[in-house]
């Protein structure tokens, strides 16, 4: 996993502290969907499937 960079981090902060509670949860979210997308791509197809083997798992209880 790549080291996050300490700079964009507080800017990243000082960004966020004139938002209101909904403006920072919208900027979060339309953030957390393009990454998930992103992560989804840069994986190979069994890379996933292990993933969702672990999740399905987790969901029902059973040790993999």
Not at 17 to 35: D, I, N, P, Y
Not at 52 to 61: I, P
Request: hydrophobic share 40%.
């Amino acid at each position: 996993m790549a080291k996050k960079n300490a700079a964009a981090v507080s800017l990243g902060k000082l960004r966020m502290k004139g938002l209101s509670q909904e403006e920072r949860s919208e900027l979060a979210r339309s953030g957390g969907l393009k990454g998930g997308k992103k992560r989804a791509a840069s994986l190979t197809k069994s890379q996933r499937s292990e993933i969702a083997k672990k999740a399905a798992a987790a969901r029902w209880g059973k040790k993999v």
